[in-house]
């Protein structure tokens, strides 16, 4: 919550994400009078400022924007289905389209592309699914992630009015992950790390705590990286020099201190620092837990059904010194690319957990390259 002191903050932020919403509105030629002002707001809330500034805007004639990690991730217009509809007072129902199906999505590619993305970052160049018109002459096309296995969690979904051409809601959840940089305005950077300092006051572990490469917790960890490298045959160099770590981290993600080593090969490893052991590895650019992933980066060909994945899972476990036979007897959760078109992606995602009173246990998660015949990441928890 902001402070009566950071008012004045509050309208130069406002002013700074108002003129992001006018860019927004003048690429999509909205019926609106660019650039917007202040008298035209109704309603104005910052969510949050850390780790990014989260703002929403609301219009006297109840157009509205939501600002996130430097982009408008949220426009909805009166005329929407999600705010018109059974308001038959405002005389929409029964409007008759002008434009058709394949127009409207074309115009929906269009718009995104004016606003500066890419239609393969937001997979809009894949067949969307479509809500066709029923009373309103709205189309609404969404475009789902496609690593988020059978979840459908939408990448972008946009409604356009086919009666006047015109786009009257967008949603991009996935444009949050594709972090701009902050809005350069006066006070945001002070209200941010005040912001900063109270999640951190409720959640200590919130941030990662980088370590050098020359670390003495590093440097203990890269024999067993060796090791592990050399146990499932990775395909990269095995060599316990300090030279060929990028990164190293300490997250508190899972309640526990986790040590990541990333290489500069691109291959990361996860040790858990109080057992003193690796616990997995993925090579950089896994499919499932990749965010953005390009699709063109993991066309293939499917050289491999889930029985074979799954003896090399079972194989990888066993080679680690890990008995998870009793787990294995278990079906495990499957998870493969969620994709509307002509490509193919020859990823599995494979999850068998054993949880006892809302705790996990034991566990195995791994991906597999179907073209490759090769684990692209692996983890093991056995508590």
Wanted: hydrophobic residues 40%; charged residues 25%; glycine residues 6%.
């Amino acid at each position: 919550m902001i402070r009566r002191s950071d008012m004045n903050v509050t309208n130069l932020i406002l002013v700074t994400v108002l003129s992001h919403c006018s860019d927004f509105a003048s690429k999509l030629n909205l019926p609106l009078n660019v650039p917007l002002s202040t008298n035209e707001v109704k309603a104005f809330r910052i969510l949050n400022t850390y780790p990014s500034l989260k703002a929403t805007i609301v219009l006297t004639n109840n157009y509205s924007f939501h600002f996130s990690s430097g982009h408008v991730t949220v426009f909805t217009g009166p005329l929407s289905l999600q705010v018109d509809f059974g308001r038959f007072d405002r005389n929409q129902w029964g409007r008759k389209a002008t434009v058709s199906r394949e127009k409207a999505l074309a115009f929906a590619r269009e718009s995104v592309q004016k606003l500066g993305y890419s239609l393969e970052d937001l997979y809009m160049d894949l067949d969307p699914t479509v809500q066709e018109p029923f009373g309103y002459p709205n189309y609404t096309f969404t475009w789902n992630v496609p690593n988020s296995g059978d979840s459908y969690s939408r990448a972008i979904e946009i409604e356009v009015d086919c009666a006047n051409k015109r786009i009257v809601r967008l949603e991009a959840p996935l444009l949050i992950l594709i972090h701009e940089a902050e809005p350069d305005s006066p006070g945001l950077k002070e209200l941010a790390e005040e912001d900063r300092r109270r999640q951190l006051q409720r959640i200590p572990g919130l941030e990662n705590t980088e370590l050098k490469k020359d670390d003495e917790r590093v440097l203990a960890v890269l024999p067993k990286i060796k090791a592990f490298i050399q146990t499932l045959e990775l395909p990269i160099p095995a060599s316990d020099s300090p030279g060929q770590v990028s990164r190293a981290q300490i997250s508190y993600a899972t309640g526990l201190p986790r040590l990541s080593i990333q290489l500069t090969n691109g291959y990361r490893f996860s040790c858990d620092m109080e057992k003193g052991r690796v616990e997995g590895f993925d090579d950089g650019k896994p499919f499932f837990s990749g965010w953005p992933v390009h699709l063109r980066n993991y066309v293939g060909k499917w050289k491999m059904n889930e029985k074979q994945a799954i003896v090399l899972i079972q194989r990888a476990t066993k080679e680690l010194g890990y008995n998870m036979d009793e787990l294995f007897k278990l079906e495990p959760e499957i998870e493969k690319p969620n994709i509307r078109g002509g490509l193919i992606v020859p990823r599995i995602h494979f999850t068998w957990e054993r949880v006892v009173n809302g705790v996990l246990e034991k566990g195995v998660f791994a991906e597999v390259d179907a073209d490759g015949g090769r684990l692209a990441a692996f983890s093991v928890a056995d508590y």
